[in-house]
């Protein structure tokens, strides 16, 4: 079965506002990861947080883990156009090598 | 460096047809992964390879092999296509045999089986 479930699965807002992704996991991970997908192309690595790290930032991203909840969040600031793609979670189980992903978001921002 | 390169781009196979889906890449990753994509269902995780001559089965593994004889190279077997089969397959691969690393992936083939 999928390790994470992105929550919502589809999100629609205006340029300038902020976008907020949330997934949830179901087993123990050692880090977990957020992916995006532009339509018809291959998934890019946006970033990596780890199970003993509670926020983490990249330019105008935002993480956060809570391994309590087994959730995190993806927050995209003062969004853009260019930002319209489907957003992916992705966690490993401590004692596995693969990587499983969940449905997805799917993220429009309107000009 | 090219990354992951993955082809054919799209194929359409009949029923009960064989194809090998080719993955390569340069960038000397011991991992390498095939995964199916499916409308509302995300990623499912088909077989892996954490090295030359190791490969193991992920989430989706019936109706495909693989085999990994070099580091470069991990092609995709659909041994008897069947309809259920028809996806958007993408190769990943990242560095070492563990998950502190990001996946690299190629574009994807688009597999429609009649």
């Known amino acids: 079965s999928q390790q994470g479930e992105e929550d919502p699965q589809a999100l629609s807002i205006q340029e300038g506002e902020n976008a907020t992704m949330n997934c949830s996991y179901k087993?123990?991970?050692?880090?977990l990861q957020w992916y995006r997908q532009n339509s018809g192309r291959g998934l890019v690595h946006l970033i990596l947080?780890?199970?003993?790290?509670r926020e983490k930032h990249s330019g105008r991203l935002r993480v956060t883990l809570d391994t309590s909840k087994k959730s995190s969040s993806l927050l995209i600031t003062a969004s853009r156009a260019a930002d319209t793609a489907s957003y992916f979670c992705?966690?490993?189980?401590?004692?596995?090598?693969?990587?499983?992903f969940g449905a997805g978001t799917r993220l429009t921002v309107k000009p | 460096n090219a990354g992951v390169t993955q082809t054919p781009k799209f194929q359409v196979l009949k029923t009960g047809q064989s194809m090998t889906l080719q993955c390569a890449q340069d960038m000397n990753h011991e991992y390498m992964s095939w995964y199916r994509q499916d409308p509302g269902m995300g990623l499912r995780l088909i077989h892996y390879?954490?090295?030359?001559?190791?490969?193991d089965q992920g989430e989706v593994p019936n109706g495909y092999n693989v085999s990994r004889s070099t580091t470069e190279d991990f092609p995709l077997r659909l041994l008897s296509a069947a309809p259920s089969q028809t996806s958007v397959y993408f190769c990943a691969s990242r560095h070492r045999d563990n998950s502190y690393e990001k996946l690299f992936f190629g574009s994807g083939t688009q597999l429609s089986v009649l």
């Open positions: 390879s954490v090295g030359a001559g190791i490969t």
């Open positions: 087993t123990s991970i050692n880090n």
């Open positions: 992705a966690t490993d189980a401590q004692n596995n090598n693969d990587m499983r």
């Open positions: 947080i780890r199970s003993n790290e």
